[in-house]
């Protein structure tokens, strides 16, 4: 099948350009495409995971990704915000979040004897000669359709847009070029938000190479109310278990609407479609076991078997009073009060065998004081409760 059509079929593609040449091309040749990541945090989200997931799908066809870190243009970013300014990272911390990036994309595409790529733009863009740069290719940009791009328009409209910001779209589209030479790259794929940045790197390789390139947007996660899938009350959905345990990470897609579960299936599964079908032909209370299925497969991904297993659980609530709790209590009387041991010295010995958790954690301390107010407590593979102090 041609791999446009796998991800049309399971709900990826918002936008595209030339789609006929672009399915020739899929049919023709193996293609190399690329996606862009600026490292605007310590950890990739679940927006990130979309996208890589795509990737995924076309690399399982036979075409070969670039995973591109933004390292030259995270130092510039995106704007995505009408009344305020990108926060400007320091150097440093932006190499910091491009090896966290680095070492997290690499649980999802395979990188292995030449099956993708995986560069950094910075060693392009931090060594540019400027006035070079843009003597040579400011040419092809024109300010006026910049403005018509919605992200830059509603800044322009919004709190203004400065020359700085307006630097991020010739340096994506650089990049573009830039991937074109050196690796015959034709395609870049992104986020819908990414549509005006993406062209603008079609066009100027038209415009310099006289040569056709391609462009692909995702649709954006959202839940049924609208909002974007990820968004939770302690931020977004990272895919960092330091950040979102394997535990939240799980219950947050067990707990999807019924009416996201076929969507979020089909984009962020490996499952085929007819069994995806057969899961969600079904309405009400069976629907529970559609929605067990994505957060398992989903946290399977992200966190491996093993963590998917320990999330998927079903896990008691028990509350315990303040003044009980205290300021705190120590990981024996935690095991003894949840009745995980008979005793103190047994359940000294089950933290120095190893056998003792908390949040997924283990504690080998026995003098380990526990102070958080709502946690997961686990024993051994079996004893397993959520400790919740009111």
Known sequence: MNALDVLKKRGFVAQM????????????????FYCGFDPTADSLHIGHYLALMAMAWMQKMGHVPIVLMGGGTGMVGDPDKADEMRKMMPIDEIDHNVERFVA?????????????????NADWLRHLNYAAFIREYGIHFSVNRMLSADKYKTKFEGSGLNFFELNYMVMQAYDFLELKRRHGCVLQVGGSDQWSNIVAGIDLIRRVEGELAFGMTFNLLTRFDGEK????????????????????????????????????????TFLPLEEINELCAVEGAALNRAKEVLAYEVTKIVHGEEAAKKAGNRVQTVTMSKSEFGEGMTILD???????APSKSE???????????????????????????EFLLQKGKKDIVKIVVE
Request: net charge negative.
């Open 17 to 32: 350009t030339h789609e006929s040449e672009m399915r020739e091309a899929f049919e023709r040749d193996q293609v190399v």
């Open 104 to 120: 997290q994309v690499k649980r999802f595409i395979d990188f292995e004897d030449g099956k993708a790529i995986l560069l950094n």
């Open 229 to 268: 899938m990820g968004k939770t009350l302690g931020g977004a959905l990272w895919l960092d278990a330091g950040k979102t345990s394997p535990h939240d990470f799980y219950q947050y897609l067990r707990d999807s609407a019924d009416s996201d579960v076929h969507k979020y299936l089909c984009m962020l």
């Open 334 to 340: 935690l095991l003894v009060w949840a009745k995980f």
């Open 347 to 373: 359940a000294r010995r089950a933290v120095q065998q190893g056998g003792a958790s908390v949040d997924g954690e283990k504690v080998t301390d026995i003098g380990h004081v526990v102070t958080a107010h």
